[in-house]
Nanobody, 123 residues
Framework: QVQLVESGGGLVQAGGSLRLSCATSGSTSGTYAVGWFRQAPGKEREFVAALSRSGGSTYYTDSVKGRFTISRDNAKNTVYLLMNSLNPKDTAVYYC????????????????WGQGTQVTVSS
């Protein structure tokens, strides 16, 4: 099993930045991939970014490419999502999740989820 705890959300003005953290525990790093998803009110949960199980590959949805960066600090067992140039459309609850697949865009393939952290971008 993998336990995940997100932090770092908050209120930021458009154009600003936030860094989300996802602290992981319970399973050896490198045995699971980690993804970030988000869900805005009234909308379905959508894929944002993923880091492959090996840590060697990253994946992003088109709307965040060039603005968001996913990374991992193995020593801290933490995965980060650095979000730059935020806009109101990025407002959502952000979740990190883990899968034993090498990587995945699909939330149904993730078995372990954090509780979520709210990101609100004001215009």
């Amino acid at each position: 099993q993998v336990q995940l705890v997100e932090s770092g959300g908050g209120l930021v003005q458009a154009g600003g930045s936030l860094r989300l953290s996802c602290a992981t525990s319970g399973s050896t790093s490198g045995t699971y991939a980690v993804g970030w998803f988000r869900q805005a009110p009234g909308k379905e949960r959508e894929f944002v970014a993923a880091l492959s199980r090996s840590g060697g590959s990253t994946y992003y949805t088109d709307s965040v490419k060039g603005r968001f960066t996913i990374s991992r600090d193995n020593a801290k067992n933490t995965v980060y999502l650095l979000m730059n140039s935020l806009n109101p459309k990025d407002t959502a609850v952000y979740y990190c999740a883990a899968t034993y697949f090498s990587s995945s865009y699909y939330y149904v393939e993730y078995d372990y989820w954090g509780q979520g952290t709210q990101v609100t971008v004001s215009s």
